[in-house]
Every structure is written in C-alpha cells, then in structure tokens.
C-alpha cells in the first residue's frame, strides 16, 4: 500500500521500538506469560499477551492479569523484566533497520522513538543495537504518559518544534494508531508486529506495509 500524491510532507518520524524496529514480540508474550505463571496466575494467551505490547508495563500487566490481586502487580512487573532480560540477547533488529535508519536519518528526516518500555529498558536496546546516534529524540512510558495517551508524541513535536501535520507516527498495534490518532498526526502501521494488521484499518493509516524494505520504501517517497 503506497502512500498517496496528497500525503503530508513529513519531517518527523515517530518509531514504536517492539515489533516495528525489534524483533522482540515473541519474546516478550513468553516473558509475560512466565511473569504471570510466577505469582500462580493463569498465564494470558499469545493473543492476550500480544494485544497489550506497546502499553507501558504497569498499564499492560493491570490489563492482562486482571484476577491478579493489585498487590502482586509489582511483582509481576519485576518477575516480567527477569524474564525478558534473560533472553534479550536473542533477539536483534528486523533486516534492513539499519539501512533504513542510516538512509533516512541522511534524507533530513527528525527520527524519534515512542515507546511502551521503560527509559532503562530503551536505552539498553538502543545501546544493544547501537542506534542512539540515529534518533533526535525518545519518550518512554515510564517518563511520560503510556499509550495511547497523546502526551508522549505532544512532547516530540515540541522537543523538536515540528506540527502534528508533518510527523508521523509508525508501529505495529492499535495503541500506536490510536496514539497518533489522538495527538493529530498521520500514522503508518507495519503488519510483522504484535497485533493483527486486519484491526488497522480503522484508523485509516497512510500505509500498512508487509517488511521493513517496503516500510523503508514508503517512508523514503514522503520526503517532498
């Protein structure tokens, strides 16, 4: 799905980190799952867990484990990142996010992240995959408020002094939509995250594209 002659010339470009840049999806429905299972829980579904990727953590949790007494919640959250971090190693950037960051970063685009992980959790990912020098600026869950709230793109546009009309937000789950739906921006939503691409086309993205060169493709023709 290419974007059409009347798409918005953009000049910031808002990331959601998993499932869009990293290939973490999977990895993270298995670290819910066991979080759960700690406290003696029944685990949530693949579909259960996937569906709240993108959420902050605290927000996700209260979501899917709702027979979970509130007390426990935090122990849930932490049991979540021992199981994530045992296994982040595994998992690494989808193909060609490098080249696509690099390339459009030298096209004069603003290149942000807004994401549900925490600020700690960010910044090991972007340590890990060695991006940081590619982004003007992030937001994250923990320092401002989760999706699909809009303060968390409000504050890149300001940071950056760009109009909700030239950024678009980019992600793999309806919270990504809804967020940019919510702040007044266009939106592009990738299909190979967390969340089915059949519940995009409801918030009208500008794009639903099928791997990161096509993503990379459709991003590159909004530089007018």
């Known amino acids: 799905m290419q974007p059409t002659s009347s798409s918005p010339n953009i000049a910031l470009l808002a990331f959601d980190w998993d499932g869009t840049l990293f290939d973490s999806t999977a990895l993270i429905v298995q670290a819910i799952q066991n979080a759960v299972a700690d406290v003696g829980a029944a685990p949530p579904s693949k579909e259960q867990a996937a569906w709240v990727i ?3 953590l605290q927000d996700a949790i209260a979501h899917i484990g709702r027979d979970i007494p509130k007390l426990k919640i935090p122990v849930v959250m932490a049991r979540y990142l021992y199981h994530y971090s045992k296994l982040q ?3 690494s950037l989808f193909d060609g996010t490098l080249d696509m960051l690099r390339d459009l970063k030298n096209q004069g685009f603003y290149l942000a ?7 700690r959790g960010l910044n090991e990912a972007l340590a890990q995959a060695d991006l940081k020098q590619f982004f003007d600026a992030t937001r994250t869950a923990d320092e401002t408020a989760g999706k699909p709230n809009p303060l968390m793109l409000h504050e890149l546009m300001e940071e950056l002094d760009v109009p909700p009309e030239r950024t678009l937000m980019i992600g ?6 809804q967020l940019a739906a919510n702040a ?5 939503a990738v299909s ?3 969340h089915d691409s059949a519940s995009f086309a409801a918030f009208s993205p500008l ?3 099928h791997s990161t060169q096509e993503l990379h ?4 023709a909004l530089k007018t």
Request: net charge neutral.
């Open 207 to 209: 794009a639903i594209v």
């Open 113 to 119: 992240v807004a994401t549900g992980k925490s600020r």
């Open 89 to 91: 190693d595994q998992v």
């Open 217 to 220: 493709q459709n991003l590159r």
């Open 54 to 56: 993108g959420m902050g």
């Open 172 to 177: 793999d789950t309806t919270h990504d939509l």
């Open 192 to 194: 190979f995250g967390a």
């Open 184 to 188: 007044g921006t266009p939106s592009m």
